[in-house]
């Protein structure tokens, strides 16, 4: 059988080398214009290894088709695979030099750009599993992007052999490959009408074994508080500081419960983000999570309550708090049809991969996917220690990713719509 862990090897070093960081701050779609870099790239490759209906869209995305092989395909589900080509702009993602430490020993790993770093399989307890493997790292100073381009490494060499190897029986597959997804902005409004696809995946998960379909519900609020401007000189009595009052709102806020920091499991919590302006004028944001509605709700309530509490003490301030709602638990929807997960566990257990299924902390692209329309649990990429410069991931682990998939679509070969 083959491995391909040269194949993947080579593509995840390629595509981490290629900068295409998300930012937050910026309006247009994707939201950083080198993103078009490594999407142009992609869709040159789809190309190239014969794909079909190979689209850019104008809201960054790459589409493609690989056609059916199974028989009868017109009677099963088309299913589309994706994976998010941006990297998160929590930490440098720029000048990434990826490097490969092979034969892993077992100890601890240093880093050549940065000799403060280390990672040991004391922090990583899944390190010390990968004795033998072959890791791949960045140099210490920036992220690696496994994260995803563990994904796409994963998703275009299952295309590639799936292409050349058309007695592989499978249903019509879609590719994808999004922008932004770290930014919360890789689902466009017209994504799930392109893809045309009855059910999906993103391999944009860690461990081997992890089929999610449980992630949180999100809420952002922002909080604005307008205080009253005048002349420090002349103040007495006449002026409301801003500042003054965010201060009293982050000051009542639970900190001792209900934040990041202090949760975990199924715990939600409410996440100050983000505090900026000056004495005349604040603005104050916050994202908050719950994996049940009601429970995301009440954080809502608590923090519309801190709010109107901190304004009653301060009549000629104004202060708004509005509360918008960003992706949903896909639990919602795939606990009504579990076909899509059950695919996925039985196909890894064919290959001898216990599934595990955990709620994951957070939100993929599948989350807004599955709320408008498409089922989308997430799979497995092998990437451990995301967002950071301990970033690393086992080649072996993206070869059974990879088999993993291919299982994956011969499966859905025998699935009913
Ligand atoms: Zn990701």
């Known amino acids: 059988m083959t491995d391909f862990h040269a194949e993947l090897e080579t593509r995840l070093t390629r595509y981490a080398a290629i900068d295409s960081q998300s930012d937050d701050n910026s309006p247009t779609s994707p ?52 994976a998010h080509i941006d990297t998160t702009p929590q930490f440098n993602a720029t000048g990434v030099k990826p490097r490969v430490i092979r034969g892993y020993n077992g100890g601890p790993i240093s880093f050549p750009d940065n000799p403060a770093l280390t990672l040991t399989p004391e922090q990583s307890p899944y390190l010390a599993t990968k004795r033998g493997h072959d890791i791949i790292t960045a140099s210490g100073l920036t992220l690696l992007g496994g994260d995803d381009k563990a994904g796409v490494a994963i998703l275009m060499t299952a295309a590639r052999h799936l292409l050349a190897n058309p007695e592989i029986p499978h ?19 017209r994504l799930p009408a392109d893809l045309d696809a009855s059910f999906a995946y993103t391999f944009d998960g860690g461990a081997v074994g992890e089929i999610e379909y449980e992630s949180f519900s999100a809420d952002g609020a922002t909080v604005t508080i307008q205080g009253v401007s005048i002349h420090p000189g002349n103040a007495k009595d006449k002026l409301v500081n801003a500042i003054h009052l ?56 608590l923090l519309q309550q801190v709010c109107a509490t901190v304004a009653a003490t301060e009549p000629r301030a104004e202060i708004t708090c509005t509360i918008k709602p960003q992706y ?17 566990r039985t196909a890894a257990r064919s290959i001898g991969i216990e599934p595990v299924s955990v709620p994951i902390r957070g939100g993929t692209d599948g989350s807004r996917l599955t709320e408008m329309g498409i089922p989308c649990p997430n799979l497995f990429t092998g990437m451990q220690n995301i967002h950071g410069p ?11 990713a990879t088999q993993f998939c291919l299982a994956l679509v011969q499966q859905a070969a025998t699935a009913k719509t």
């Open 31 to 82: 939201s950083t214009d080198f993103q078009w870099n490594i999407l142009r790239l992609l869709e040159s490759e789809l190309r190239e290894i014969g794909a079909t209906d190979v689209t850019l869209t104008d809201y960054g995305t790459v589409i493609a088709t690989i056609p059916a092989t199974a028989p009868d395909a017109e009677k099963l589900p088309t299913i589309a695979l994706l």
């Open 390 to 400: 301990l970033e690393w991931i086992s080649v072996q682990d993206m070869g059974q």
């Open 246 to 301: 965010a201060a009293k709102i982050i000051q009542t806020l639970p900190q001792a419960t209900l934040t990041p920091e202090t949760t975990e499991d199924r715990e939600g919590f409410i996440h100050a983000t983000e505090m900026t302006g000056g004495s005349s004028e604040m603005t104050l944001k916050f994202i908050l999570r719950d994996f049940e509605l009601d429970g995301l709700a009440t954080k809502g309530q």
């Open 328 to 344: 949903r638990n896909m639990r919602y929807w795939l606990e009504k049809d579990m076909t899509p997960v059950d695919l996925a």
């Open 171 to 189: 249903p019509t597959l879609r590719i994808a490959f999004t922008p932004d997804e770290e930014i919360g902005r890789g689902v466009h409004a």
